[in-house]
């Protein structure tokens, strides 16, 4: 969920960033936004992940 919606809002912004550079950049666009979605997906992964080892972590020290 949280993903969806950084992407969403990755979305607008390029939206803007693509009506601010015009058309020239916009050939590139599309693969600039398909690197941008998924290397702040795989972050976010990262840190939910790390989120449930601390979790497990804290669980087994009590």
């Not at 050939?27 to 497990?56: D, G, R, V």
């Amino acid at each position: 969920m949280l993903i969806m919606e950084v992407n969403d809002g990755l979305d607008r912004h390029l939206d803007e960033i693509e009506l601010f550079l015009g058309s020239k950049f916009v050939l590139h666009f599309p693969i600039i936004i398909f690197i941008i979605k998924a290397s702040t997906t795989f972050i976010l992964e990262l840190q939910l992940e790390f989120q449930q080892e601390k979790k497990e972590m804290e669980m087994f020290a009590i």
